[in-house]
């Protein structure tokens, strides 16, 4: 596999959800949490999705409990939680590990594409992926989703 189009999850109402289906789209890919410090990035990246989803861009969640056990619900719990407290209409998957030997394979391959350097080290890391299907960019947890480097990163891949 060579493309992040190559990669398939479950959504969080459990139907299938290919990579390959945003083809032509940038797609920012943040591992989520509900309970998480940072949970409130999920305003900006609703408002993100909101703002610029008509010009080809797609916000994609990967809710995951693999640090600090901050997504224990299940799926409807945190598809609830999302859309309640957050207005949540931008896809979400099912939970998916992120990290370590049983990361989905989206994570692992983009472990072997960044090295472990470019791993999720807490929730809402953040993985910018162009309209090819070839990792544009790299963000930590910290980065906010209004902050600039990502804004003019999204704004790049969405010209190509």
């Not at 920012?28 to 610029?52: F, H, M």
């Not at 598809?79 to 957050?86: I, S």
């Not at 030997?101 to 953040?126: D, Q, S």
Request: proline share 6%.
């Amino acid at each position: 596999m060579t493309s992040a189009h190559d990669f398939s999850f479950t959504s969080i109402e459990g139907k299938p959800l290919t990579l390959g289906e945003f083809a032509g789209k940038a797609v920012l890919v943040v591992n989520t949490a509900s309970a998480c410090g940072l949970t409130p990035q999920y305003k900006g990246l609703q408002a993100l999705w909101e703002a610029r989803q008509g010009d080809g861009l797609v916000v994609l969640g990967v809710p995951s409990n693999d640090f600090g056990a901050q997504e224990p619900g299940s799926e409807g719990e945190v598809k609830a939680f999302c859309e309640l407290r957050y207005g949540v209409s931008f896809p979400l998957t099912a939970k998916n590990q992120v990290t370590g030997p049983g990361a989905h394979p989206f994570y692992l391959w983009l472990a072997e594409t960044t090295g472990e350097a470019g791993l999720p080290r807490w929730n809402f890391h953040k993985f910018l992926i162009g309209k090819d299907g070839t990792l544009k960019g790299v963000f930590g947890s910290r980065t906010e989703p209004d902050a600039p480097e990502l804004v003019a990163a999204i704004d790049a891949a969405l010209k190509e």
